[in-house]
Nanobody
Framework: VQLVESGGGLVQPGGSLRLSCVAS????????MSWYRQAPGQERELVAF????????VYADSVKGRFIMSRDNVKNTVYLQMNSLKPEDTAKYYC????????WGQGTQVTVSS
């Protein structure tokens, strides 16, 4: 089983990034997928999750209206489009898969700074 995130980097406040997470080794379309983030010294927090078929998404209040989560069950990939980024969005972002068991990716760093 693998979840491989990509797309992180350094961006200025107000900028955008698109994270991707490619899944392998399990039946991706059966799993609820989530993005979490963890800033230094803070607990890991849920950013957003999407239903297995992609028809429903839920966002943390802190990112609502700025981030969009989507998935492609043919490409076994989940995305997080991040717009209007703020310094407080700086964190390591993790991909998460859940059904009966859970899987985590290794994370990708997002730094928002001028």
């Amino acid at each position: 089983v693998q979840l491989v995130e990509s797309g992180g980097g350094l961006v200025q406040p107000g900028g955008s990034l698109r994270l991707s997470c490619v899944a392998s080794g399990f039946t991706f379309s059966n799993y609820v997928m989530s993005w979490y983030r963890q800033a230094p010294g803070q607990e890991r927090e849920l950013v957003a999750f999407i239903s297995s078929a992609g028809g429903s998404t839920v966002y943390a209040d802190s990112v609502k209206g700025r981030f969009i989560m989507s998935r492609d069950n043919v490409k076994n990939t989940v995305y997080l489009q991040m717009n209007s980024l703020k310094p407080e969005d700086t964190a390591k972002y993790y991909c998460h898969a859940r059904r009966v068991v859970v899987y985590w990716g290794q994370g990708t760093q997002v730094t928002v700074s001028s």
